[in-house]
């Protein structure tokens, strides 16, 4: 079929290409438009903008600074000039030089206030800077102290869920402790040893502080971190990631250097076979021998291949399981079911291993697992006796606790878990919620009343903690900043810790203290700003002024 018209480019609308000016560039412009309008003999905004070739909608755009906060117009007008506007350029790229293309520190501190032309108002030697940098940390220690006192004394005495680990450096270890729900940091702090002794000694008086009690702790199966949630009276979660470590440590290696082994026979025999038929003839007496041997090298390193994807498989099933939840039917499952499905698991991963031959060392280590896997289960077994008591306080009717049973509670627990799920597990799990989600929405009760029970499911399920990957994240945050700074003194570690509490948030944009507290606080920054001297202009030298002459 032919086109109407042999020159289609004839009736296109031609693309206006975009105009692509520097910031120097629009300010000149604004500047000479503005001179323009002011004139004894002034000129309309439409007749300016047309001697300066720009739209007048594209000028008024540019001069108009009613859409910025009120504190920053003046600072806007000045941007808006030609010398405001190249200092923009070099603030900015000095920035960005320094957090991309430096190691940080006071060496970078210095390299910034160089790039931009910030030295010649800034005193920017070593000792100034570290000075500075002492007295900027100092109140960052006294605004998380003054906040802390302040909203401790607003927060009403509850218990705690807190994951605990330790991070080693210069050969003594760092105590890190985290509230999970919130990701408020409670501890940081390098000491001489980690005993159970001096986990209560640092953590006591930081519960008492905040009018808190730890009741219950998700960490490893280290002994003095076990020994210290049943010194305080507290339910001890193990981490289900390093039982799941245990496992991959003991087979994930062993099982691979057996394939390849055997990869290489497999390898060694087809390259043989191919050459004794090319040799003899494909129905020769070396042919045939070659072939049988060939084969069982395949049934050899099938079965290899078999065993080890069934005892990854299992490793994964096992953190399936570890739920309040059956994420297949979203019912509520019982201790003795959980128990069940780790056994079966288990016996999968020890039966392969034993099929493996595997050495004494991974033997050991599945036994750590196992022990470590009967740990998760007795937690799930007290968290369901918790969730019964609780369920008891609500005082619900039997029509009303099966419905917060089968629809509230599950509903209120995949909220939380699908977001930290991969993409394609999370779109396996979507069914299952938008079904419970329509049960929710069909339910005859008052707005008011269910918003009130996921409240209190969205309680409930939180409750249960079953990971320490955020400690295990901040423990790599801390061991960036050892490297990078050489160290972490006492004061510096603190302020890394007020940071992290009271000025990092999350994409809803709160930060871990008002998670914890349930209270807005003051701005950090804005505090510091407040706060904080900065060193004064440089001093010339005599040797500078002989120089400069």
């Not at 050892?482 to 944009?509: C, E, K, M, Q």
């Amino acid at each position: 079929m032919e086109p109407i018209s042999q020159n289609a480019e004839v009736y296109a609308s031609k693309k206006r290409s975009k105009i692509h000016r520097t910031r120097v560039e629009i300010s000149k412009k604004i500047v000479a438009f503005q001179e323009l309008i002011h004139l004894k003999n002034k000129k309309s905004a439409r007749e300016a903008a047309e001697i300066l070739e720009i739209p007048r909608t594209t000028i008024e755009y540019w001069i108009d600074q009613k859409k910025l906060p009120e504190e920053v117009q003046e600072l806007a007008i000045f941007f808006s000039t030609p010398l405001g506007a190249k200092l923009l350029k070099r603030i900015f790229l000095a920035a960005h030089h320094v957090t991309h293309y430096t190691v940080g520190g006071i060496r970078s501190e210095q390299e910034f206030l160089k790039l931009s032309w910030l030295n010649h108002f800034i005193a920017s030697s070593t000792g100034t800077l570290h000075a500075f940098s002492m007295r900027y940390s100092q109140q960052v220690c006294t605004f998380g102290e003054n906040n802390d006192r302040a909203l401790a004394k607003k927060l009403k005495h509850r218990k705690i869920t807190v994951g605990l680990d330790e991070m080693f450096r210069g050969r003594k270890p760092c105590l890190v402790a985290s509230e999970l729900i919130s990701g408020f940091l409670l501890l940081e702090k390098f000491t001489d040893d980690r005993t159970s002794a001096t986990w209560k000694k640092e953590l006591q008086p930081r519960a008492e502080e905040l009018n808190i009690e730890i009741d219950q702790v998700v960490s490893d199966l280290c002994g003095a971190l076990t020994a210290y949630a049943k010194d305080i009276n507290a339910t001890h979660s193990p981490d289900l990631f390093h039982a799941q470590y245990e496992l991959s440590k003991a087979t994930a290696a062993p099982l691979a250097s057996q394939e390849r082994e055997f990869q290489k026979k497999y390898d060694k025999a087809e390259a043989k076979l191919e050459k004794l038929v090319k040799k003899h003839g494909i129905a020769s007496k070396q042919a045939e021998s070659a072939r049988s041997i060939f084969r069982l090298r395949k049934l050899g390193l099938e079965a290899r291949q078999d065993r080890r994807k069934k005892m990854r498989n299992a490793k994964k099933e096992l953190g399936k399981i570890d739920h309040p939840i059956n994420l297949k039917t979203g019912k509520l499952q019982t201790a003795e079911e959980v128990k069940q499905g780790f056994d079966s698991q288990l016996k999968i991963i020890e039966q392969g291993a034993k099929e493996a031959c595997l050495l004494e060392s991974s033997i050991k280590r599945l036994e750590k697992a196992r022990r470590a896997f009967d740990g998760i289960a007795s937690y799930l077994a007290v968290y369901f006796i918790w969730l019964s008591e609780f369920l008891g306080i609500l005082k619900l009717n039997e029509d009303e606790m099966e419905f917060f049973k089968e629809v509230i509670f599950p509903l209120s627990y995949l909220k939380i878990t699908l977001r930290r799920l991969e993409k394609k597990e999370r779109e396996q799990q979507t069914p299952l919620r938008e079904k419970l989600e329509a049960l929710y929405a069909s339910a005859g009760y008052t707005k008011e009343l269910k918003e009130y029970w996921m409240i209190k499911g969205k309680e409930a399920a939180e409750r249960f903690q079953r990971s320490t990957s955020s400690i295990e994240g901040r423990n790599s945050e801390l061991s960036l900043y050892f490297h990078r700074f050489r160290r972490l003194g006492p004061i510096h570690l603190r302020a890394h810790t007020v940071v992290r509490n009271y000025h990092v948030t999350r994409s809803d944009g709160v930060t871990a203290a008002e998670r914890f507290f349930n209270s807005k606080h003051e701005n950090l920054f804005e505090f510091l700003v407040e706060n904080v001297r900065i060193p004064n202009r440089p001093y010339k030298k005599k040797a500078d002024e002989k120089k400069i002459a």
